[in-house]
């Protein structure tokens, strides 16, 4: 049965500004809803693959600087740079077939190397992707700011902040909405950039033979000079400090479920799309330093030069040039976008892990996860104000991060292929993927940490450490708890009963208790029995009110849906079978939505003008010493439908129900 909900009220004058802001609440019972959110190949690729196209602004720059005088390796980077990301990219391809839901690199690390590994990879995404926001948003106010006067310079912060509160309400409206808004800057660097780097590369045909054979010569004085260890050594180092480039790949199979069905293939196309823009980008722009023979300028970026250099001919060059690079620095605030995006997901899947707060799993009303979209902005803000928006303290902690999940990943899939080898006869195959990438994962890993341990790579090891730290002991909690709310189950869920079964209908004009119920459990068997004890004889009929509640973990499908709607059915179901033979009539309502506390407060609203000798009843964990953290950890569900209610005029009572930590 479902209640009728009651007729909306016409929202005052600051919901509407806040609607205005973020947009009006999503529709759940919309048949067309998933397919209206989710996103096509092409804009999965402008939301979440500009995180890896727009390490090419930087990644190419700091491989190319750091192999010094030896710049004709550069040619062999380029090559090998490119076959990287096709590898790291396949291989997450694989990930995305055998995990088709999304979560990337903590539910792989999870479900194929066990909670603690994916705990290591989850604390490791979250760090990365607010590092991803911060540095994306600074290195954009260093590209505005790069233009303007210096005595404007010290406005960066302020303006970065700005821009994130900007990338927070765009992202609390909704992702499709966000992308859309940001595709263009998306759509200016890709065409500026593929002028530049084929106009580079086509109008330098003639230097083609001389790199080659400075190539060759290089190697020669090389191999005679610092020896075949020491060159590999060398090229090893700037491959590494280059990793920057990749870090981006991996956003893609952690968003899966904003994808448009068929979600495998969309995912799949999509990193298809990310690959070949990246490695064609990074490649082309290592080649273009060669070929122009570039030098660092002083306030400039290598891409700066290239784009001075190229253009300086052009019939307004200088503003070609400037278009070019501005739009790096603007894609970077697009690239911004996919911290916000993926960071809130992998949140989400760690609280349904009870690793966060389960708080952080909720959907808003326009089903996005407004919750970890704020965390992720706060963090990132509170980063900008501590280094003061300065880029070169935030690259080194940038990439670390990341390459921890990446080799996880690569470790769990080969892994999950070595344990296959006898029902997959590709398995070999397969396998062989997943163990070059996470060769490649690890050197880089390895190399950059140690490479820089001093300038900041410690600090992104200790800020992890403490995510971690503060997951264990928040997972240590809500296991505590559950094996007290178990000991409920274990007594109550078989309650024995042995008077007559009451069959008849619930009727308006008898006194009725209404019971906010969540799944069928021992806490709601308390919940009724001490309703049943605490005021004998005075009701004659229960109804028992449910919401399923859509969070990022069901938000997957509509088939995800009518599976919890149903699942919730049937526990309600077997409350008023309980009911009816404690002799009570009783019957129940269902609703469907984000909000526990607003679909609730309609329910027991529309109920109570059938019955209006109603009293509604609820359940709430008490704690013998209350801390800090419980009102944190646990939602204050029962309190706030209890002051939405009284303020209606409806009696609502709440019922400790203890449990013993």
Not at 138 to 163: G, M, Q, R, T, W
Request: proline letters at 3%.
């Amino acid at each position: 049965m479902n209640g009728n909900i009651a007729e909306e009220e016409k929202p005052g004058i600051f919901v509407r500004i806040w609607r205005a802001i973020i947009g009006a609440p999503k529709q759940i019972k919309d048949p067309h809803l998933f397919h209206k959110m989710s996103l096509i190949p092409v804009l999965a690729w402008i939301g979440l693959g500009a995180d890896g196209l727009s390490s090419s602004a930087y990644g190419p720059e700091e491989a190319f600087k750091a192999l010094s005088e030896h710049t004709y390796l550069a040619l062999l980077l380029a090559v090998v740079m490119a076959i990287t990301v096709f590898i790291i990219s396949y291989a997450y391809s694989r990930i995305i077939e055998h995990f088709p839901n999304g979560g990337g690199g903590y539910i792989v690390a999870t479900h194929l190397l066990g909670e603690k590994s994916g705990l290591v990879s989850g604390s490791a995404l979250l760090v990365d992707y607010v590092m991803t926001i911060t540095i994306s948003i600074a290195s954009c106010c260093d590209a505005i700011f790069s233009y303007l006067p210096v005595y404007f310079h010290h406005y960066k912060v302020p303006v970065a902040c700005i821009l994130t509160i900007v990338l927070i309400v765009l992202n609390v409206r909704g992702v499709k909405e966000s992308v859309t808004v940001l595709a263009p800057i998306f759509i200016v660097f890709v065409a500026t950039h593929v002028v530049m780097l084929f106009y580079g590369v086509f109008t330098h045909t003639d230097q083609f033979a001389p790199v080659v054979n400075n190539f060759s010569a290089g190697i020669h004085h090389d191999v005679s000079s610092i020896g075949v260890i020491g060159m590999i050594l060398l090229f090893l180092r700037a491959y590494s400090l280059g990793g920057g480039t990749y870090t981006g790949i991996e956003a893609i199979s952690n968003g899966l479920q904003i994808m448009r069905e068929p979600r495998v293939q969309t995912g799949k196309r999509t990193m298809v799309y990310m690959a070949t823009s990246l490695a064609f980008t990074a490649s082309l722009i290592l080649l273009c330093y060669l070929l122009l023979a570039v030098k660092p300028v002083e306030g400039k970026t290598l891409n700066a030069v290239v784009a001075d250099t190229l253009f300086s001919g052009w019939p307004m060059g200088n503003l070609i040039a400037f278009v070019t690079i501005f739009s790096e620095g603007a894609l970077l605030l697009v690239a911004a976008q996919a911290g916000f995006v993926d960071g809130p997901r992998v949140m989400a899947n760690m609280a349904i892990d009870s690793w966060f707060p389960h708080r952080f799993a909720a959907l808003s009303e326009r089903l996005t996860m407004r919750n970890g979209i704020l965390l992720m902005g706060i963090s990132a803000i509170a980063l900008l104000f501590y280094t003061g928006g300065s880029v070169s303290a935030l690259v080194v902690m940038y990439s670390i991060n990341v390459f921890i999940t990446f080799s996880l990943s690569q470790l769990g899939m080969s892994r999950f292929f070595l344990k296959r080898r006898h029902k997959d006869p590709k398995w070999m195959q397969h396998l062989a993927v997943h163990l070059v990438g996470l060769t490649l994962c690890v050197t880089i890993l390895v190399i950059t940490t140690v490479e820089k341990f001093a300038e900041g790579g410690w600090m992104t090891i200790v800020i992890t450490s403490v995510v971690i730290y503060l997951c264990y002991l928040i997972n240590s909690h809500y296991v505590t708890v559950r094996k007290g709310v178990a000991q409920l189950d274990e007594t109550l869920l078989d309650f024995p009963t042995s008077g007559p079964v009451n069959t008849d209908p619930v009727k308006p004009n008898e006194s009725t208790a209404i019971q906010l119920v969540s799944g069928y459990s021992g806490f709601g068997v308390h919940t009724l029995l001490s309703i049943v004890t605490t005021f004998p004889k005075t009701y004659k009929n229960i109804i028992f009110v449910s919401v399923a509640v859509i969070d990022s973990g069901s938000f997957k499908g509509a088939q995800e849906v009518e599976a919890l709607e149903d699942s919730v059915r049937k526990g309600l179901e077997k409350y008023v079978e309980l009911a009816r033979r404690l002799g009570f009539a009783a019957d129940y309502r269902l609703d469907v939505g984000t909000d526990v506390v607003e679909s609730a407060v309609t329910q027991c609203k529309t109920i109570r003008e059938e019955f209006s000798r109603s009293t509604v009843f609820t359940g709430q964990l008490t704690f013998r010493l209350e801390k800090f953290y419980h009102k944190m950890l646990h939602n204050e569900t029962a309190f706030a439908i209890q002051r939405r209610l009284q303020w209606d005029g409806i009696t609502t009572v709440i019922l400790p129900i203890r449990v013993r930590i």
